[in-house]
């Protein structure tokens, strides 16, 4: 599959909490992305990560990327309501198109 | 333009009649994609153009599903003999790179319900 799989499916956590979700995919990448959609409406590119690079930051967001386990993460620190979104992870590869998984949605309570 | 704008955002047809799904990319962006996205899920691959170049379109669902970008800006997803399965957001998308290496700018969408 070209698509990037999100784990987990939904995420519930309390304002000011730290968020984790993963992210796997089956075959070789230039890059990833992680993009993040709030109700329904477009979406919205938050970081890329090229493949020899390990970690990337961006205000509260940390992302990494493990080649070897085909896998990739992003942390959103300090949670606020307005992180209340899905997030996909699409990766890309040779084949210089973008395909989204289901995503996970994040749930953030005041 | 400063965004990414599609229109109609709304569109409601009856069954069999044929619609034009417009998207205007960010102004000198060289790729452009067609997503689609049922509710709640994630956006499903159309086609993507680099300049005026259609250069995958493997995600169109059938041949009832069309599209171009004739100048290399403006793109127009054509959908024929509309279908009640074809209610969904579509969405558009541009990049300032060739298709692969950058991120992607998305618009608003445009929401068909075919009744």
């Known amino acids: 599959s070209q698509q990037g799989e999100e784990d987990p499916q939904a995420l519930s956590i309390q304002e000011g909490e730290n968020a984790t979700m993963n992210c796997s995919y089956k075959?070789?990448?230039?890059?990833l992305q992680w993009y993040r959609q709030n109700s329904g409406r477009g979406l919205v590119h938050l970081i890329l990560?090229?493949?020899?690079?390990r970690e990337k930051h961006s205000g509260r967001l940390r992302v990494t990327l493990d080649t070897s386990k085909k896998s990739s993460s992003l942390l959103i620190t300090a949670s606020r309501a307005a992180d209340t979104a899905s997030y996909f992870c699409?990766?890309?590869?040779?084949?210089?198109?973008?395909?989204f998984g289901a995503g996970t949605r994040l749930a953030v309570h005041p | 333009g400063a965004g990414v704008s599609q229109s109609p955002r709304y569109k409601v047809t009856k069954r069999g009649q044929d619609v034009a799904l417009r998207c205007d990319p960010i102004?000198?962006?060289?790729?452009l994609y067609w997503y689609r996205q049922a509710l709640g899920q994630g956006p499903e691959f159309l086609t993507y153009?680099?300049?005026?170049?259609?250069?995958?379109k493997s995600g169109l669902p059938n041949d009832r599903f069309s599209a171009e970008r004739p100048e290399g800006s403006i793109s127009t997803l054509t959908i024929q003999r509309t279908e009640q399965r074809d209610s969904a957001m579509y969405r558009c998308?541009?990049?300032?790179?060739?298709?692969?290496?950058?991120?992607?700018?998305f618009g608003e969408g445009s929401r068909l319900t075919v009744l």
């Open positions: 990560i090229r493949s020899n690079e």
């Open positions: 075959t070789s990448i230039n890059n």
């Open positions: 102004s000198g962006h060289v790729s």
């Open positions: 699409p990766p890309l590869g040779g084949y210089n198109k973008l395909i």
């Open positions: 153009f680099n300049y005026e170049a259609q250069q995958d």
């Open positions: 998308a541009s990049s300032r790179v060739l298709a692969g290496t950058g991120e992607l700018f």
